[in-house]
């Protein structure tokens, strides 16, 4: 039960980090610019797909990375598995607070110059994959918040471990493909659907967070404070 919850918990991250406004805008941005370079509706979709698989690699090997490296650690892992249960709560509690936008902080981006992203679009389902890979770690407060103050501590904590980043890419790659699908079928007025999915996330982020705070402090009332 423990590990279909950190797995479920892996997923809705990713989709949620997705669907955020910086991502998501970049995300159709994106995919719509590959349909208007290439015109065959089998290529437009194999294109969205690459750029989403880059989103999603970027984001699991990132993780894994991490991760495993903090693990591979004798003492660090001796660390973190006496400390992390407590650190836990602090660490959702402001990641909530980041979804919730009390508090924000400005991250500097990977910057990619015109002349190398029209290369990139131009050299078919490669050249998709490697700007999905680029754009995914050009991180905005809330998916930051939820990569390294959510996913990160999670995979720490559970027996799941290296799993969830890949659990996580999957989820972060689930609405792109949608509008990758859905672009390639002939959906050219997509304002009307980024509208309607920028609602959704203000709201589904907002409950995040305030999830995020409860169990933030429920963890904090029991491992730091012993008040239960």
């Known amino acids: 039960m423990e590990l279909l919850i950190a797995l479920g918990s892996a997923l809705w991250l990713g989709i949620l980090t997705s669907i955020s406004p910086c991502p998501l805008a970049t995300n159709i941005a994106a995919v719509s610019?590959?349909?208007?370079r290439i015109a065959h509706p089998f290529m437009v979709f194999l294109s969205g797909l690459a750029y989403t698989l880059?989103?999603?690699?970027?984001?699991?090997?990132?993780?894994?990375?991490?991760?495993?490296?903090?693990?591979?650690?004798?003492q660090v892992a001796q660390f973190l598995q006496k400390y992390m249960v407590k650190a836990l709560g602090p660490l959702l509690i402001?990641?909530?607070?980041?979804?919730?936008?009390?508090?924000?902080?400005?991250?500097?981006?990977?910057?990619?110059?015109?002349?190398?992203?029209?290369?990139?679009?131009?050299?078919?389902?490669?050249?998709?994959?490697?700007?999905g890979l680029i754009f995914a770690l050009a991180f905005c407060p809330v998916s930051a918040a939820l990569f390294f103050g959510s996913l990160i501590p999670l995979a720490?904590?559970?027996?799941?471990?290296?799993?969830?980043?890949?659990?996580?890419?999957?989820?972060?790659?689930?609405?792109?493909?949608?509008?990758?699908?859905?672009?390639?079928?002939?959906?050219?007025?997509?304002?009307?659907?980024?509208?309607?999915?920028?609602k959704l996330e203000f709201y589904t982020r907002r409950i995040t967070g305030v999830i995020f705070i409860l169990v933030g402090l429920y963890y904090t009332g029991i491992y730091i404070l012993r008040l239960f």
């Open 33 to 36: 610019f590959l349909s208007k």
């Open 54 to 74: 880059g989103r999603m690699v970027a984001y699991a090997a990132l993780g894994w990375i991490i991760i495993s490296s903090l693990l591979s650690v004798p």
């Open 156 to 198: 720490l904590n559970s027996k799941a471990g290296t799993l969830l980043p890949f659990i996580y890419g999957i989820g972060t790659g689930l609405p792109v493909l949608a509008f990758a699908v859905a672009i390639a079928l002939g959906f050219t007025s997509m304002s009307h659907w980024f509208n309607k999915v920028t």
């Open 94 to 131: 402001i990641a909530g607070l980041f979804l919730l936008e009390v508090l924000t902080i400005r991250l500097p981006g990977v910057a990619l110059s015109q002349k190398h992203h029209n290369k990139l679009v131009e050299s078919g389902a490669p050249g998709a994959f490697l700007l």
